[in-house]
Structure formats: structure tokens, C-alpha cells
């Protein structure tokens, strides 16, 4: 099964111009090689990326040049923001735990369909 490539954005602008390709959820996940928490919660987010469908991107919160932690606030890592298509308020959460990215995705985005040998 073909997963969603992970992408690294920096600013709103880079942000929106992918958004708006998409026709299904993107999820933009928060971390940094500083942070503790953060590889636990990319697991997570690699394991829902086999079962659900959503665009992933990832926003290094320590690079100089990201703007997005600012934009939605983000105070503690890991975090995440959640898009879904035609909704104009993303989901937003900082010091987000594996479990808080699990029951937002099962609950916002599609399941990936998938299809057995005899089909």
C-alpha cells in the first residue's frame, strides 16, 4: 500500500498552496530532534498514515525559518494541526500525546480503503 509522502513546510504561505491541492486531510505534525516525546509520536502518525487517509507534513519547530509555530501558537512539542477540506478552523494541538493523534484522525479523516487478493 502506498503511503502519503511526508513533506516539510515552514511558513503559511507554503502551507496554503499545499492545502489547496488536497482533496483529503493534512495533518501538520510539530517536532524537533530536541524533542523527547517526538519520535513515540511520529510512530503514531506513520502507523495511522497505513490505516487513514491524510496528506502528512512535518514543521521543524526549532528551524530558523518556521514561521508555522507562531501562526497556530504551538507553546509545547510534540503538537499537531489537523485540516480537513472545506472546514475553515484547523484542529490545533500542542503538547499533543500519541493517543490525542489517534482518536483525532479515526475521528476526522477517511479510512484507507483496502483491498484483499480475492477482490
Same mark, same amino acid.
Given at each position: 500500500?502506498a503511503?502519503?509522502k511526508?513533506?516539510?513546510v515552514?511558513?503559511?504561505?507554503?502551507?496554503?498552496e499545499?492545502?489547496a491541492?488536497?482533496?483529503?486531510?493534512?495533518?501538520?505534525q510539530?517536532?524537533?530532534?530536541r524533542?523527547?516525546?517526538? +519520535? #513515540? @509520536?511520529?510512530?503514531?502518525?506513520?502507523?495511522?498514515?497505513k490505516?487513514?487517509?491524510?496528506h502528512? /507534513?512535518?514543521? =521543524?519547530?526549532?528551524h530558523?525559518?518556521?514561521?508555522?509555530?507562531?501562526?497556530?501558537e504551538?507553546?509545547k512539542? +510534540? #503538537? @499537531?494541526?489537523?485540516?480537513?477540506?472545506?472546514?475553515?478552523s484547523p484542529?490545533?494541538?500542542?503538547? /499533543?500525546?500519541? =493517543?490525542?493523534?489517534?482518536?483525532s484522525?479515526?475521528?476526522?479523516?477517511?479510512p484507507?480503503?483496502?483491498?484483499d487478493?480475492? @477482490?
Amino acid at each position: 500500500m502506498a503511503l502519503s509522502k511526508v513533506f516539510s513546510v515552514e511558513d503559511i504561505v507554503e502551507l496554503n498552496e499545499n492545502c489547496a491541492k488536497q482533496k483529503t486531510a493534512l495533518l501538520v505534525q510539530f517536532g524537533s530532534e530536541r524533542c523527547i516525546r517526538c +519520535p #513515540a @509520536f511520529t510512530e503514531t502518525v506513520a502507523e495511522l498514515a497505513k490505516t487513514h487517509s491524510f496528506h502528512w /507534513a512535518y514543521a =521543524d519547530a526549532h528551524h530558523p525559518d518556521c514561521t508555522l509555530v507562531e501562526h497556530f501558537e504551538i507553546q509545547k512539542l +510534540p #503538537a @499537531f494541526v489537523l485540516m480537513i477540506p472545506g472546514d475553515e478552523s484547523p484542529l490545533t494541538v500542542a503538547n /499533543a500525546t500519541p =493517543d490525542q493523534v489517534s482518536q483525532s484522525v479515526v475521528r476526522l479523516c477517511h479510512p484507507r480503503l483496502e483491498l484483499d487478493a480475492d @477482490f
